[in-house]
């Protein structure tokens, strides 16, 4: 197919209704290319009979581009869609999470996808999943040990402060990530925050000491006879009780 009549296609594609649309596809369906499909995709009369015409050509599912086309494409049937989702690369099963418009089993497809490969991802790639990572992601990317995700994920406006939480009363936190929360301009000034990483005996000591004194009393208390603390932070929670050095 030369450049003219391919752009001509294209063109035919985007613009027809929906049964020259059908029409179309069925006698060019050998000679596609991505160019073509993506314009067919675009097109509002697109039918679930003619997105399953594109799904039997094996030839068209080659492309990334494609299959993340038909996975998102609100009129193809959503197991054929699931069914697409391994085939994807992560940065695909991204956009497919975030997207409102795609059915949740299919999203959550995604998520599942993506959550059980971030182990073999890169840090750099990890980080651009924080940016954008879904609640289910969230939970896996909370105990990343990597202070650089760490970094990404507490500016991602889906992360709460529950979905946080695990992350501040865990025994495996790496100390510079705890640390990293409790300086972070958004959740470091919030009180369960600060109370949950003064009570974490991972939280380094100097980072707890200048947070007692913003603590109630009833927490103080907690931490004063918290013998997994150490002996300097259980020190300084007595001082601001009120209690006499032994």
């Known amino acids: 197919m030369n450049e003219d009549s391919s752009k001509s296609l ?23 290319e991505v160019p073509e499909v993506r314009q067919a995709l675009r097109n509002p009369f697109l039918t679930q009979q003619a997105v399953e015409l594109l799904l039997e050509e094996r030839r068209l599912l080659v492309s990334s581009e494609i299959k993340r086309g038909l996975v998102c494409h609100p009129r193809t049937p959503e197991v054929r869609a699931r069914r697409l989702v391994p085939t994807l690369f992560w940065r695909d099963l991204l ?28 840090v750099g790639e990890r980080m651009s999943i924080a940016r954008r990572a879904s609640p289910t992601l969230i939970q896996q990317l909370r105990m990343d040990h990597d202070p650089r995700v760490i970094e990404v994920l507490l500016e991602n406006p889906r992360l709460t402060e529950g979905s946080l939480m695990p992350l501040l009363g865990s025994d495996r936190a790496r100390p510079e990530i705890l640390a990293q929360v409790a300086r972070h301009r958004r959740w470091g000034i919030r ?16 980072i707890v000491l200048g947070l007692l004194a913003m603590l109630k009393k009833s927490d103080l208390r907690a931490i004063a006879r918290d013998r997994r603390l150490s002996v300097a932070v259980r020190r300084r929670a007595g001082t601001l009780l009120g209690h006499k050095p032994s």
């Open 10 to 32: 294209a063109v035919r594609l985007r613009e027809a209704d929906a049964e020259e649309l059908s029409e179309l596809l069925r006698r060019h369906l050998k000679e596609l």
């Open 95 to 122: 956009q497919i999470s975030s997207d409102g418009r795609v059915p949740p089993k299919v999203r959550r497809s995604a998520d599942l996808q993506l959550r059980d490969r971030l182990p073999g991802l890169s």
């Open 191 to 206: 009180y369960t925050v600060r109370s949950a990483l003064c009570r974490n005996a991972r939280t380094p000591p100097e």
